[in-house]
């Protein structure tokens, strides 16, 4: 036996192993900012399924820990490098593999990126309709690790009710397909869905099996703007009791109103507290539909506003889509060092709450005297504050810390969840163990331990390993879960 | 410690452990014809988790196996008993515990019955579809274990696509609560999915949130019958090609045809080879749908008609719904001994395939001489072979068991599944092994060991246990998947 690298080498194609220093620090992390990160060993950039298996076969021998990587576009740190890793990126397994229309189903390989996939069913006349936020460059393979979500998710569900089935490359390289490739199947325990969002923690996803929707029909889009939260809140409720499904319902606040204004000025009234804005996709009737729908948000609107074509619905979608980099875009110019960072958080409350949970975080940031805003997906109670912090300043940092930790105990109070959609990785690993309870914990434990019994899957994501006598598991101490003020500054 | 059933008495109210012969005779088996039951031990009717934890406790200390049993309606034996198994009957946990039409969720016990559920949603506006054969009397716990389907699953899915959170009693008797009650949530490995279809091998579920949807539009529904089954599988096609998503697709072959008009004359063409239902429920315009799916029926139709009311519409689904009582009846009037009994199967195949799959089975029914009629929700290509033996004739039950095999083969062989929506049972684990491979049984015996390791639970279900030296798990090899004529004999 070589070194891990040498052993690699022996058994992959040489373009495969990669370990310039400048290359093992660009695959050091995701886009969360403050999470820690190591530096890998290698970066391995594999082209099929076998050379995955072998990979993690040379890693298992050297009990080294292997990080699988997509886009890297998550917003938790689930991809973060620990130090010594062999990165696995997927890259490189970027085919479509079939889309097949009379099934309605397509199978790709890891790598391919949302919006491709998106476009090669478009031709079909097929959709698939999970639309994370970074979908233009995100890859499948992240989706489903991460069980990603997006903004149709109110109505079409997250990733993980379109994956059929898997191939999977485990903890010993072995190579297991779970799934099927028919509408109905319940053969066996769902395997499919315990790798989904498990964040390669169990097994490194190598093929995927979707399910794909008739092609969407085109949408009829509202724009409603309110001077309370909520009265907003109120519309939300009301669209939901009347039974409607609409296939948006997306809520700006202030903050993220006056972000966008700034960045890229289209008229937003920077004065209202919430903008909702929601869509209908029900076809010929739609028009009916969303102007039932508008009648449910007129009590308490300031304004209201129908559009009248696809351009001017899609204008305005335009706009919830700027809100990440609008947000970006405060958070650098805020502060004069460049340094400004945003924490993005991920709370999803019973749809009856999310007043509770906005008017919650606006008094959170008010007492810590730190920047807050709120985006989401109003429609399913799933929000998410984004914190502005200034990753140079150590105290800065300490306040958007104790800001995300109060909002993560005011979701759960209000019988939420800490992620409704971006995934545990480091950033959340303590409140899910604080969501999951000792019992809870202790299964993800025995899980972990059945599929990864080294631990050299992704460790230190999702949840912690019980300390082993004589030492844990290769890698499970080495990740922070507190963002440390010396990390940040090495990033730098 | 006492007996085992002493301590059940010592922690359970009296009237909660029961020993009468003729109880215990009663709940040996579900409605698995041919599979082989053992005798329980004792039957425990518990009122609360925290009883079912404690009869789980007791069963632990003494290693003996725990069968949860619903109301037993089955098709697979997942819920026969074992010898010397203490049964849970779940029937005793019947409360409905909230509607919340804001959230649009349930929360309900296991026992609570498939219909109640759908009654007391209906009242507050709201629908819950899985709608498996035996609605009015399966309980929701039994669904949610074996993972149930039903006619509105080409629409509206299974039953796990329903369930967001459970309560789980665990192998130690430990409650462990998973999932949530908000309409998004990725929080850790999805465990909720992994008991949903588990058939209590890994856990029995005490209390399930499940979401609801908005209450469902009246259907328009049409009729159509075919001289061959290809012209029927030919309008499936159609249909799914055209983009429609109709809220029921089923198929009946001449047998069934035959069967129900002789146990109910109601007119229909015992002549043809297949007649398929079809429904839409889009509300306000679903007249225009169905005409639309008309159009894609018509082709190589000897006969289409379209429901002018609600009334005629349900007429119609009434005669699909008669198909297994008329089957029944069929099975027991054909055997002058009265022995007649079924085996149903349950295979899923890719969409395209099911023509395929209906002209195999007749093939396969003539070779072996055995009645076999084709019944199933041709929408989602889940289709149910139904075999037709004489109970009291081994030579009988051999062939039928040969044909059930064939099936079975022909299923996988088309790249279908070997249950769309039964489960696996003892009927199917030979089968289920053969679709999983090897990689996939090694990762679904290591699930069962993390959450079960003294194998305790619904032994010999789903899967076998590796045999451990010096002897398995108690209870593994007590159940014999093959059904053995001398068993079946002791029904009597």
Redesign the interface.
């Known amino acids: 036996m070589g070194s891990v690298v040498e052993d690699l080498r022996a058994v992959l194609p040489s373009d495969r192993v990669l370990t310039d220093p400048a290359l093992l620090e660009y695959h050091r992390r995701d886009k969360a900012d403050l999470c820690d990160a190591g530096v890998p060993l290698v970066v391995v950039r594999p082209r099929s399924a076998a050379e995955v298996s072998a990979a993690v076969k040379v890693a298992a021998a050297h009990g080294v820990p292997v990080v699988p990587q997509g886009a890297r576009t998550g917003l938790a740190g689930a991809a973060n490098a620990v130090d010594g890793a062999v990165v696995v990126s997927m890259a490189g397994l970027d085919r479509i593999v079939a889309i097949d229309?009379?099934?309605?189903i397509a199978v790709v390989q890891p790598g391919v990126v949302n919006a491709d996939l998106r476009r090669a069913a478009a031709k079909e006349?097929l959709s698939y309709p999970p639309d994370p936020g970074s979908w233009e460059s995100a890859t499948i393979g992240g989706n489903v690790a991460?069980?990603a979500?997006g903004m149709c998710?109110?109505k079409y569900g997250?990733t993980?009710?379109y994956v059929l089935g898997l191939e999977v490359v485990?903890a010993d390289g072995?190579?297991?397909?779970?799934g099927?490739?028919?509408?109905?199947?319940?053969?066996?325990?769902?395997?499919t869905?315990?790798f989904?969002?498990?964040e390669g923690t169990?097994g490194i996803i190598t093929e995927i099996t979707v399910r794909l929707r008739?092609?969407a029909r085109e949408a009829r889009t509202l724009v409603a703007v309110y001077p309370t939260v909520a009265a907003a809140g109120a519309a939300v409720?009301a669209v939901?009791?009347a039974?409607?499904?609409p296939s948006m319902l997306e809520l700006l606040d202030r903050t993220h109103l006056r972000a966008i204004e700034a960045y890229r000025p289209m008229g937003l009234d920077t004065g209202a507290a919430a903008m909702l804005l929601v869509a209908t996709d029900?076809g010929?009737?739609a028009g009916e539909e969303l102007a039932a729908i508008a009648e449910c948000c007129r009590p308490g609107a300031s304004e209201l506003y129908v559009a009248t074509d696809a351009a001017e619905a899609e204008a305005l979608t335009a706009a919830r889509r700027l809100a990440h980099p609008a947000m970006e875009h405060l958070a650098v110019t805020r502060y004069p060092n460049g340094r400004g960072g945003l924490v993005v958080d991920d709370v999803?409350?019973?749809?009856?709450r999310i007043v509770d949970l906005v008017v919650g975080v606006e008094e959170i940031a008010a007492r810590h005297d730190v920047l807050v805003g709120v985006v989401g997906?109003a429609g399913?109670?799933?929000l998410h504050p984004v914190i502005v912090v200034d990753q140079a300043d150590p105290a800065d940092v300490a306040r958007g810390r104790a800001v995300f930790d109060a909002i993560m105990a005011l979701g759960l109070a209000l019988?939420?969840?800490?992620?409704?959609?971006?995934?545990?990785g480091v950033l959340?690993r303590d409140w899910?163990a604080r969501?999951?309870?000792p019992?809870?914990l202790r299964?993800?434990r025995?899980?972990?331990?059945?599929?990864d019994p080294a631990g050299i899957l992704n460790p230190g994501k999702?949840?912690t390993l019980e300390p082993a006598p004589g030492g844990g598991p290769a890698g499970t101490a080495r990740v922070e879960m507190r963002p440390d003020p010396a990390a940040v500054e090495s990033r730098a």
Do not use: M, Q, W
């Open positions: 229309p009379a099934e309605r006349g991460t069980d979500g998710c109110v997250v993980g009710e485990l072995e190579v297991l397909r779970c099927r490739r028919t509408v109905k199947g319940v053969a066996g325990y769902d395997l869905s315990l989904v969002g498990s169990l008739p092609e409720a939901t009791a039974g409607h499904v029900t010929d009737h999803a409350v019973p749809r009856s997906h399913d109670g799933n019988g939420g969840t800490c992620t409704g959609e971006h995934g545990v959340k899910l969501e999951l309870g019992v809870g299964v993800h025995a899980v972990k331990a059945a599929l999702v949840i």
